[in-house]
């Protein structure tokens, strides 16, 4: 299973390459980064820039799923509002590219993630992002946003393998 995560942004979209060679195997990054735009780009460009980049990731890395972060939005005082609208756009840009390329897409909100990666739904982004560098095996400091991908694409790969080994103990005509 190959999956193509991404932290999405209209500024800096995280993205990720996870692969697992079988259900429970141990995953392993095989590439990850940052795609990084000027503010001073319009918004129409970044957003057109980002859909070339998903295309071109697509292409490269041929991904059985992509897995997206869906935006956080808050509450009450904490609403973040701009920055979930923004989120969405540059995740609406990821959602067109893979449904273009007929690649299947997950969406994860952050507190899925923290639990798939960390165990506990409130853990910090410190705590998550050591975790899933840690789990990784990665020996340099990845940038903030490959590692939001890095963490998606565990959620992504933790939530297939349980999905697959609950499918593998269904025997064929058994009703459930």
Known sequence: MRV????????????????ADSVGGSPEADDYGVVALP??????????QLHTHVLNMIHVFHPDAIAVEDPFVGRGERAFAKSALAIGQAQAVVLIGAASQSVPVRRYPPAAVKMAVADYGKATKQQVQ???????????EPPEDATDALAVGLCHLRHVTENDLIAREIKPGEVF
Do not use: C, N
């Not at 193509?4 to 692969?19: F, N």
């Open 4 to 19: 193509l995560a991404i932290d999405p942004g209209t500024l800096r979209m995280g993205y990720a390459v996870l692969d």
């Open 39 to 48: 503010a001073s780009m319009s918004l129409e460009q970044r957003l057109y």
């Open 130 to 140: 050591q975790i899933a560098v840690s789990t990784l095996a990665i020996t340099d």
